[in-house]
């Protein structure tokens, strides 16, 4: 795949040799996380919310109320900021100064645009469903018209992006080598834990296939945690 | 503890029944992620970055390079907003329209201080590493003073805040209850793997005490995820 174009946003200003605009990369970031966070600026006010997501092709897919405040805000072109962070592991070191943690992040800026046209905004509604529980959609009823129309659907661009990761062990001085001092990483797992039916479902339904297939340990690739 | 006053910034518009004020939440909250999600504009553009954090007192204490972009223009008193959230579960509902997750956020509006004066420079430095496993601190070696120098160290007041929590199972609409579709919480959990010991450890060197102790199901808490 292709790379994006470095522009004044994306350059990576700390720890360059961390930076990436390898679009897969940041494909494969956008693609395993749940949550992003969304700023926009409000009557000159920096506002970050999280928000659930799903990346299909080249665009971010953000959905909430049609009264949503910051969707309203993005819809009308608003400059806007996307975050995504998975959380790998806390790097401890000998030094205080040392001290990190593994992630891997992507950093997305644009302008987000409706997707007001039914079919579209089903299928965007079906992605976001299924990202949460592969095939999810097709098990769960589909949105009424008026569920359809209570809901604001964008799309956010993945054109201005630039990915940034911190693997790999602590960064002590040479000087520091000698101290008796433990350091080493300690990973994050992320997992699900046992799934908790709904009390009002109908007697003897079985576990969803969505969600048996989504607690397979081999179809859940390596989620970092978010 | 007492409740932070609703301002138009805090008001939370969407789910107000899911807001709170309450500085206990707040706290709890902050002291359980790993990661902020830092907003700022910069030119007219919204901007947000993932960044270490620790919460002490009201403040929450950020730091960086003393080049810092972001820290940069925050310590010249840009608006702020530092966002949490914690991520608890998938929630699965018989309907699309009602899928959603379960979650606890905080979002803290304000502008940062500079923590100049070496020795809250230096207890702030030690409460961030701390964070990562407490008492670390004691264990590393204390920062240089070219380090310190290197270090720009923030505080945001956590005085115009809000939390945000969705928990509970799935809200379908009482036509949807009688569908065969499953339904149901897939809870998050997170959980460290084992530690990996840095290469150029002294032979011997036992496991910091800071990350046995972590490690110790007991001691973690309800770590959510972030």
Chains 1, 2 share one sequence.
Not at 14 to 33: F, K, Q, T
Not at 140 to 158: D, H
């Amino acid at each position: 795949m292709s790379e994006l174009p470095l522009t004044p946003l994306t350059r990576v200003r700390r720890h360059p040799e961390r930076g990436s605009h390898d679009l897969e990369l940041i494909y494969r970031i956008l693609d395993e996380a749940y949550l992003c966070h969304v700023a926009f600026v409000y009557e000159g006010q920096p506002i970050v919310l999280p928000m659930a997501y799903v990346r299909v092709d080249d665009r971010l897919y953000l959905h909430g109320s049609s009264k949503n405040h910051m969707l309203n805000v993005l819809a009308q072109g608003a400059p806007a900021c996307a975050e995504v962070t998975l959380l790998d592991g806390l790097v401890l070191a000998r030094s205080q100064f040392s001290h990190s943690m593994n992630y891997r992040s992507v950093v997305v800026f644009g302008r987000a645009q409706v997707i007001a046209e039914a079919s579209a905004k089903r299928a965007a509604l079906a992605a976001l469903c299924d990202r949460l529980a592969p095939g999810r959609s097709r098990e769960a009823r589909a949105p009424s018209e008026s569920e359809l129309k209570a809901t604001l659907v964008l799309a956010l661009p993945v054109h201005e992006a630039s990915a940034k990761q911190r693997r790999g062990p602590a960064l002590d001085d040479d000087e520091d080598l000698s101290s008796p001092c433990w350091a080493g990483v300690l990973p994050f797992t992320q997992s699900f834990a046992a799934p908790e039916p709904d009390a009002q479902l109908q007697p003897g339904t079985p576990l969803a296939t969505s969600v048996r297939r989504l607690l397979e340990p081999r179809s859940r690739g390596a989620q970092g945690l978010e």
